[in-house]
């Protein structure tokens, strides 16, 4: 498990990381989603004790990581900018890594396996691609069999079956009672590899819930009607805590009623209803709306930059 209490890291007048306070949960796979600069990778820095917090506090496993006296065994992070000798062969980056820990050599054959580096495991990581890399990054985030794993982008640079394989290793160290903090930008990933999501912004959380609270927004429910008869259906599902906006003459949008129950209403009245569509909204429409205005680079500010740019140099 991991705690962060109050976390905040500022370097120099820019606050990266403010005042969050968060937990991440064994037996489940938690995404920590957030646009560039949110803040995402800083907090991972700052859990396995690269970065010193400007205040609050963080612990794994009910110890400040640097507390641990094998934290290999405790925790496996994958961070960007990893430090691997290039000239080094991943073999024996994964050897001098587990010999720090007495990690045994049998161990080091087992993640090279396990991650599909089989045949590059010889050849210099100086070589290697960004997927390749990430693999490495992966299998030495294992080498402890740790409790907890905090992979930062453990995606980025994967193809396709990359991916996917990613996916059910997180879903299965999860399933195996282990904490699993995992972070993205890109939502789509996290929709189908989270159970719960943590969403950052500008520093701060802007959501700690389970995937499907994050999908619906927290909101009444929502669902499209379609009916011969809009204003009649319009005016017996009207009540406390119902909102109903016309969206056209025979379509209405019903918030806050479950679509049984609007089907229930339109029988008893007689009311002839042609489609009940109950409407999900994706991750990506929630992600926009908790983060709208908490990206660091608004695209369309990069755009009337490029706007004045070339009005500048026209005149
Ligand atoms: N060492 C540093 N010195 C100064 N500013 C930093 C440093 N590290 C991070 N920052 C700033 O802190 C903010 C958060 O950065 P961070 O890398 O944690 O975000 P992120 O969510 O991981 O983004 P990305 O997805 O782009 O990696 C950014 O504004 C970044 O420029």
Sequence with gaps: MIEAHELTKRFGGKTAVDGVTF?????????FLGPNGAGKSTTMRLIVGLDHPSSGSVSVNGKPYARHRMPLHEVGALLEAKAVHPRRSAYNHLRALAATEGIPASRVNDVIDLTGLGPVARKRVGGFSLGMGQRLGIAAALLGDPQTLILDEPVNGLDPEGVKWVRYLVKGLAAEGRTVFISSHLMSEMAVTADHLIVIGRGRILADAPIETVLTGGQAERVLVRTDDADA???????????????????????????????????????????LIPQQETLEDAYMELTGGEVEYQSQQIGAQALSATEGRSS
């Design 233 to 275: 259906l319009a005016a017996a599902l009207a009540g406390d805590g119902v909102e109903i906006r016309r969206e056209a003459a025979d379509e209405l949008t019903v918030l806050g009623l479950p679509a049984r129950r609007i089907a229930e209403t339109a029988f008893s009245r007689g009311i002839l209803v042609t489609g």
């Design 23 to 31: 937990s991440v949960q064994p037996g489940k796979v938690t995404g």
